[in-house]
């Protein structure tokens, strides 16, 4: 991943700095004076943004192109989706075992109650690993394309200070990867809505289970 920081604009800011010294010796006079010499020339040594634009039109192409790989790692992963199914299944399990506790003997009572108790911890678990996916998800892809759009911000507001077209287009990746970015948004908005709705059903079963426990053992 690249990070725009200001040490981007560090070769172009060396291109430039020698302007200021050509300027101050031209004048052949004491230091601090100000060159007061032709007036052509002085325009041929204005600073020179060939190096630094160079360099801010490498950074784009460069960020342009970890923009698309970040993205399409975005876009392709299903770790969340498949935390959800997971949670599901489990919560299924538990579902069935309660079910079946319902229609077994009472002497069944202590070990279908352990085993719903079981079932719940288990849908628990997965809804945490689920919430701790999220928070990963947040902070590694979604944060590097996020900080990939930034830099390629960056590097446009740099061309554009230097005074120097982009040698790029930048509209369909910036596009993909806000798409990118916005879905798995949603995405994770909507899956933890679920995996709250599933973990507390998973409670609500094993309340359940427990009560009909006491009110059926022998």
Known sequence: MHHFTRSRLVAGA????????LAAGCGGGSAGTPFTGNPTFQQQVQPNSTAAA?????????????????????????????????????????????????????????TDAQLVAF??????????????????????????VSNDLGDIQNDLTALKT???????TT???????????????NLITSDSKSANALSVKGTQYLASAQQWAKQHTC
Do not use: F, Y
């Open 119 to 144: 079932d719940a911890q288990t849908v628990s678990r997965d809804a945490t690993s689920l919430q701790t996916d999220v928070t990963g998800m947040q902070a590694g892809d979604i944060a590097a």
């Open 162 to 168: 230097l005074g120097t077209t982009p040698q790029v």
């Open 14 to 21: 060396v291109a430039l700095s020698g302007v200021s010294i």
């Open 54 to 110: 160079l360099t801010a039109q490498q950074n784009l192409v460069s960020d342009l192109a970890q923009l698309t790989k970040d993205a399409k790692s975005l876009s392709k992963d299903i770790t969340i989706p498949n935390d959800l199914t997971t949670l599901s299944a489990a919560l299924t399990t538990e579902d069935q075992d309660w079910q079946q506790m319902q229609h077994d003997g009472c002497s069944s009572m202590p």
């Open 171 to 185: 509209a369909t990746q910036v596009t993909a990867g806000t798409k990118a970015t916005q879905n798995a948004s």
